[in-house]
Nanobody, 123 residues
Framework: EQLVESGGGLVQSGGSLTLSCVAS????????MAWFREAPGKEREGLAV???????IYADSIKGRFNISQDDARRTLYLQMNNLHFEDTAMYYC??????????????????WGQGTQVTVSP
């Protein structure tokens, strides 16, 4: 597997979680890495992207609460999630591809995905 997420779980409203996505050496050379989420009955939603030059873009729904970062030595992408709301409950996915992240792109543009990690926020 080229992208492997972890870190999901059950957390109370207002709590925090940090998701991790370990990338293969090949995938970590991609230009764009991103976090998405998909709640039951809803479309897969882009949350944050990180370009190869360090540029970050966030969706309005999570801006100010979530932070995307990376650790090159560990080939790992992170999503720090703070002040979680019940509405943040979803399956969270890491995605990557070899294009420049100059904007938030829809899920259909990404060809490489992890298996997902479930985040459940209790009211």
């Amino acid at each position: 597997e080229q992208l492997v997420e972890s870190g999901g779980g059950l957390v109370q409203s207002g709590g925090s979680l940090t998701l991790s996505c370990v990338a293969s050496e090949y995938m970590y050379r991609s230009y764009c890495m991103a976090w998405f989420r998909e709640a039951p009955g809803k479309e897969r939603e882009g949350l944050a992207v990180l370009d190869a030059d360090g540029t970050t873009i966030y969706a309005d729904s999570i801006k100010g609460r979530f932070n995307i970062s990376q650790d090159d030595a560990r080939r790992t992408l992170y999503l720090q999630m703070n002040n979680l709301h019940f509405e943040d409950t979803a399956m969270y996915y890491c995605a990557a591809d070899f294009f420049i992240c100059n904007r938030m792109r829809a899920a259909v543009y990404y060809n490489y995905w992890g298996q997902g990690t479930q985040v459940t926020v209790s009211p």
